[in-house]
């Protein structure tokens, strides 16, 4: 048995225990476990199989096993950086609405000091 075939599905199996962690501690929505289950699930799969990759290839009409992992973690990826981006944007429009309360607040007390 490869070296991979081992360590590969005891980091997933490490990984699937800290998503059900942070799920439990509520850091992170129950559709995102599911989907990273399904994830290192596969990972475990295809770790444990290599041949399983070629027929979910097959599926997919992509020829080559390796080829549908690396447009699997590419998709993957893309859909990651996708929603840090909307993450991102939300956190900026709140931090700009924050910025607006102080700086109205501290112009109305700054205003209030000046007619005393």
């Given at each position: 048995?490869?070296?991979?075939?081992?360590?590969?599905?005891?980091?997933?199996?490490?990984?699937?225990?800290?998503?059900?962690?942070?799920?439990?501690?509520?850091?992170?929505?129950?559709?995102?476990?599911?989907?990273?289950?399904?994830?290192?699930?596969?990972?475990?799969?295809?770790?444990?199989?290599?041949?399983?990759?070629?027929?979910?290839?097959?599926?997919?009409?992509?020829?080559?096993?390796?080829?549908?992992?690396?447009?699997?973690?590419?998709?993957?990826?893309?859909?990651?950086?996708?929603?840090?981006?909307?993450?991102?944007?939300?956190?900026?429009d709140?931090?700009?609405?924050?910025?607006?309360?102080?700086?109205?607040n501290?112009?109305?007390?700054?205003?209030?000091?000046?007619?005393?």
């Open positions: 048995m490869l070296l991979y075939s081992i360590l590969f599905p005891i980091i997933s199996i490490l990984a699937i225990l800290w998503f059900v962690y942070r799920y439990l501690k509520q850091k992170q929505s129950l559709i995102t476990l599911i989907l990273w289950t399904i994830l290192w699930l596969f990972v475990i799969l295809f770790s444990i199989f290599p041949r399983a990759s070629e027929q979910f290839a097959r599926l997919f009409g992509i020829t080559r096993g390796l080829d549908f992992i690396i447009i699997a973690v590419f998709v993957v990826l893309f859909y990651i950086i996708f929603g840090l981006f909307n993450r991102v944007d939300r956190l900026q709140e931090i700009n609405k924050i910025v607006k309360e102080v700086a109205i501290n112009e109305i007390s700054l205003d209030d000091e000046e007619d005393e």
